[in-house]
Nanobody
Framework: QVQLVDSGGGLVQAGDSLRLSCAASGLTFSWFTMAWFRQAPGKEREFVAAITTSGGSTDYAESVKGRFTISRDNAKDTVYLQMNAMKPEDTAIYSC???????????????????WGQGTRVTVSS
């Protein structure tokens, strides 16, 4: 059974850092493009970051560029999201997602991703 398990969310203050993890099982992790999405209260799910199968290329939403870093460790079947200089507007439920990365192209649409983590809550206070 394919499973993505998110973890690492919590309560932080503006300016602090937090690292999210997403552990995959039941799939060949190195074949999958991975991404992070988030959904804030009362808002639609939005793209945060994506990373290619090898980790060689990344893509970021403009709102997090320069502050967040997506990475992966294929030996551990895990993708990470390092969040620095956090802002209250980063408050959301963060979910990792995966899709088969046949071409190495990244995608920003949630509809492209077949597998999803359960989500981990991130709250940034001011």
């Amino acid at each position: 059974q394919v499973q993505l398990v998110d973890s690492g969310g919590g309560l932080v203050q503006a300016g602090d850092s937090l690292r999210l993890s997403c552990a995959a099982s039941g799939l060949t992790f190195s074949w999958f493009t991975m991404a992070w999405f988030r959904q804030a209260p009362g808002k639609e799910r939005e793209f945060v970051a994506a990373i290619t199968t090898s980790g060689g290329s990344t893509d970021y939403a403009e709102s997090v560029k320069g502050r967040f870093t997506i990475s992966r460790d294929n030996a551990k079947d895990t993708v990470y999201l390092q969040m620095n200089a956090m802002k209250p507007e980063d408050t959301a439920i963060y979910s990792c997602a995966g899709k088969i990365g046949l071409t190495g192209r990244l995608g920003r649409s949630a509809l492209e991703y077949s597998y999803w983590g359960q989500g981990t809550r991130v709250t940034v206070s001011s």
